[in-house]
């Protein structure tokens, strides 16, 4: 089975801040990598998919790189209503879904 | 606009069987993967399993021996059972539509539809 970390499980940064997040995939999934956001209390929101690829409607400060094992989620210039958990997923050809962990954002 | 709603139980008692249903409204469900997924309170998201419009099945290995996912097109709305349910099944439950997208090489997965999510208690 294929496991995702994710660091740091949280961080607390200031509005208008750059936000980095790092997803990491026990063996090579190639782009087959989506980033959701869950704020409290919601379902969860898919944000970008095939690793770099921006939802339709999601705001352009998002962004998602990376393809094998490491990616990379950013958040450019905070905002207040970016407090979320925030979650990369990972999938295969059956397909089969594995989530990783989750990193807390919150502002300082 | 698609939505989907979970409906089903919100208390359970241990060693019965967890049922709930999703029933979606706004679209088709043709085409489309439709997939379970839990949250324990305070803990990450599990994915459980999800049914294909045909009635293929794929169920995550750590709970496919309890797990039973089913479709019923006529009433556009799919189910999730687990049997012998304990207090570590307790979470809120989503249902959540799979999009695929053909890319030159491969296909592509994403959840882009979810439900609000329903609270599931097992207790006696």
């Known amino acids: 089975d294929i496991q995702m970390t994710q660091s740091p499980s949280s961080l607390s940064a200031s509005v208008g801040d750059r936000v980095t997040i790092t997803c990491q995939a026990s063996?090579?999934?190639?782009?087959?990598l989506n980033w959701y956001q869950q704020k409290p209390g919601k379902a969860p929101k898919l944000l970008i998919y095939?690793?770099?690829e921006l939802e339709t409607g999601v705001p352009s400060r998002f962004s998602g790189t990376g393809s094998g094992t490491d990616f990379t989620f950013t958040i450019n210039n905070l905002q207040p209503e970016d407090i979320a958990t925030y979650y990369c997923?990972?999938?295969?050809?059956?397909?089969?879904?594995?989530f990783g962990p989750g990193t807390t954002v919150d502002i300082k | 606009q698609v939505q989907l709603q979970e409906s089903g139980p919100g208390l359970v008692k241990p060693s019965e069987t967890l049922a709930l249903t999703c029933t979606m409204s706004?679209?088709?469900?043709?085409?489309?993967?439709w997939s379970w997924i839990r949250q324990p309170p305070g803990k990450g998201l599990e994915w459980i399993g999800h049914?294909?419009?045909?009635?293929?099945?794929t169920y995550n290995p750590s709970l496919k021996s309890r797990v039973t996912i089913s479709v019923d097109t006529s009433k556009n709305e799919f189910s999730l059972k687990l049997r012998s349910v304990t207090a570590a099944d307790t979470a809120v439950y989503y249902c959540?539509?799979?999009?695929?997208?053909?890319?030159?090489?491969?296909?592509?997965?994403?959840?882009?539809?979810w439900g609000q999510g329903t609270t599931v208690t097992v207790s006696s």
């Open positions: 959540a539509r799979v999009i695929i997208a053909a890319r030159p090489a491969y296909y592509s997965y994403v959840m882009d539809v």
């Open positions: 706004g679209g088709t469900i043709s085409n489309y993967y």
């Open positions: 049914i294909y419009f045909s009635g293929t099945t």
């Open positions: 063996e090579d999934i190639s782009n087959y």
């Open positions: 095939d690793a770099s």
């Open positions: 997923q990972q999938y295969d050809y059956l397909p089969l879904f594995t």
